[in-house]
C-alpha cells in the first residue's frame, strides 16, 4: 500500500521554459480564466486568478465556470466576476453557444487562460473576440493565439501546478506553494449551522464528514466498509459523522453507508451546495472520501483529509490529483495494473478491495490524535 502524508503546499517544480508558438505577448488589462470542467478542477485553478490579482492589481479578471461551481468563486478577492456557462442547460448546443460567446464580446476580455482544453472552451474565446488566447494544443488547439504542449496525461506534476504553467506566456513566473482558496459565506455558514442544530450535532463530538461517492466506479471504495470505519470512529473516537454527497446516485451511496452502520449518522447527502459543503467542511476535523471534487474544497478549506485512491496510472495518480496543503493521508493500493480500464476492470478493482477497513480507520484515527 502507498500512503502519503503532506505537510507542504505542491511547489512548482524548476522545469524548463514552456515554449509557445506565438512569441509577443501584450500585458493584459482584461483576463477571463476558462475551466468548464468539474468542482476540484476548478478548486485547483484558484491559484492562478490569485497569481495573476498579485501581478495585475488593476486588472479586470473573471473566471468563466458551469453553474454548479460558482459559489466556490463567489466573494473571493481575486476576482471581479463569476461567469457561468451551463452546457447541458440553456446555454448548450452550438447556436446557443455561439450566441454566448457574442455576448461575452461586451465585456472586452484581451486575454483568456483555458486552463482546461476542450473545443467548446477553444471556440467560445475565439467568438467571442478575445485577442490573447492561451491553452493547450489539442482539442481545436489551433484557435488559440498561445499553445503549450498539452502532457498532463503524464502526471509529472501536479494540475494545479498545471494551470500554472500558462501564466509563464505572460511572463509570470509561479513561485511558492500552491494554495488553492475557497471563500466561506456568512449566510451560508449560519444555514449550515442550523441544518447541524436539527440533529443536535452542533455541540456533540468530533465531526468527521464522510464522502462515499465519485464519478467513476474505479474511484468508489465501498460503502458498507465506509459504514464500518464510521461506527469504528464513532466507538474510539467519540465522532460525530456527517455524510455527504450529491443528489440522486450520489446520495444513494450516502444511504447505502447509513445502512451498514451500527449508529445513526447526520445524512447530508442531497441536501447541501457546493458552498454550503465547504462551509460544512470548515466544522469538520476531517473528511474521509473518495478521490472526489470535495477532497479539494476540504483541502483549500483547512480540513485535513484522508483520501482513497483506485486508479493510480501517471495522469490519475495523487500525484497529479492527490489533496494539497498539509496534513492529508493519500492510501492507494499498488495491484500491478499499468493502464487503468476504468469501467471495464478486468481485475475486479482490486486497488480499491484490498484497502481494508482497518487501514482507513488508522489513518483516519492518526489525523484525530493531533
Not at 61 to 70: D, F, L, N, S, T
Not at 154 to 174: D, F, K, S
Not at 288 to 307: C, E, M
Request: proline share 5%; charged share 20%; aromatic share 6%.
Amino acid at each position: 500500500m502507498r500512503q502519503g502524508t503532506s505537510d507542504k503546499g505542491q511547489t512548482i517544480s524548476n522545469t524548463s521554459h514552456v515554449p509557445c508558438r506565438t512569441s509577443h505577448v501584450v500585458a493584459p488589462k482584461r483576463i477571463v480564466v476558462v475551466r468548464l470542467d468539474r468542482i476540484g478542477d476548478v478548486v485547483l485553478t484558484t491559484p492562478v486568478v490569485q497569481r495573476l490579482r498579485e501581478a495585475y492589481p488593476t486588472a479586470f479578471i473573471a473566471m468563466m465556470v458551469r453553474p454548479v461551481c460558482r459559489e466556490l468563486l463567489e466573494g473571493n478577492p481575486a476576482l471581479n466576476e463569476v461567469i457561468c456557462y451551463d452546457k447541458d442547460g440553456l446555454a448548450g448546443g452550438w447556436w446557443r453557444t455561439i450566441r454566448f460567446a457574442r455576448a461575452l464580446r461586451r465585456y472586452q476580455f484581451d486575454t483568456a487562460l483555458i486552463a482546461h482544453p476542450t473545443r467548446r472552451s477553444h471556440w467560445i474565446v475565439r467568438l467571442a473576440g478575445i485577442p490573447q488566447r492561451i491553452g493547450y494544443d489539442r482539442k481545436d488547439g489551433w484557435l488559440l493565439t498561445h499553445r503549450l504542449p498539452h502532457r498532463k496525461q503524464e502526471g509529472e506534476q501536479h494540475e494545479a501546478a498545471y494551470a500554472m504553467e500558462l501564466l509563464r506566456v505572460l511572463g509570470l513566473e509561479p513561485a511558492g506553494a500552491l494554495r488553492p482558496f475557497v471563500p466561506i459565506d456568512a449566510k451560508r455558514q449560519a444555514h449550515v449551522g442550523q441544518l447541524l442544530a436539527l440533529h443536535d450535532a452542533h455541540e456533540q463530538g468530533t465531526l468527521v464528514a464522510i464522502h462515499p461517492s465519485a464519478s467513476c466506479i474505479s474511484k468508489r471504495w465501498m460503502p458498507q466498509r465506509f459504514g464500518q470505519v464510521a461506527d469504528q470512529l464513532i466507538d474510539a473516537c467519540q465522532a460525530r459523522i456527517v455524510l455527504v454527497a450529491g443528489p440522486g446516485t450520489d446520495a444513494r451511496y450516502a444511504k447505502a453507508v447509513e445502512q451498514a452502520m451500527r449508529h445513526r449518522p447526520v445524512n447530508l447527502a442531497g441536501q447541501l451546495s457546493v458552498g454550503e459543503l465547504a462551509c460544512l467542511l470548515t466544522r469538520c476535523r476531517l473528511l474521509i472520501s473518495n478521490d472526489s471534487g470535495p477532497v479539494h474544497i476540504a483541502a483549500a478549506v483547512g480540513t485535513p483529509v484522508v483520501d482513497i485512491f483506485g486508479r493510480n496510472q501517471a495522469g490519475l495518480s495523487p500525484a497529479r490529483w492527490g489533496p494539497l496543503g498539509e496534513g492529508h493521508v493519500v492510501l492507494h493500493k499498488e495491484v500491478g495494473c499499468r493502464v487503468c480500464l476504468a469501467h471495464h476492470c478486468d481485475i475486479q478493482f482490486k486497488c480499491l478491495t484490498e484497502l481494508t477497513v482497518d487501514e482507513v480507520r488508522e489513518a483516519a484515527a492518526s489525523i484525530l490524535a493531533h
